[in-house]
């Protein structure tokens, strides 16, 4: 979780290719990006996605911006909801951000 105000813009943190965009009920839109050697990420809490699909994205691109939390994240407040994974397995995105 990493906290912002509504309406923020959540840029890409690396290069990726969209591989789905959906609703769900924890983390509303999300939108989840394959990086290649079996990393993914994921951002969710989103709104006005701009990214499709298919979509190759470059490091900076912007991917929408904050929403309203979900009722599963509103103690933490807005934020954008980050998801990193290695074949699967979770890894602490912030030891990959730049600061």
Do not use: W
């Amino acid at each position: 979780i990493i906290g912002g105000d509504i309406g923020d813009e959540v840029h890409a943190s690396t290069i990726g290719e969209v591989i789905s965009i959906e609703t769900t009920a924890q983390t509303g839109v999300t939108v989840t990006m394959s990086l290649g050697s079996g990393y993914q990420v994921v951002y969710g809490q989103l709104k006005d996605v701009c990214v499709e699909k298919g979509q190759r994205v470059e490091k900076g691109d912007l991917i929408g911006c904050i929403n309203e939390p979900t009722k599963y994240y509103s103690v933490e407040g807005s934020n954008i909801y980050m998801k990193l994974t290695k074949d699967g397995n979770p890894v602490n995105p912030m030891n990959f951000l730049e600061s």
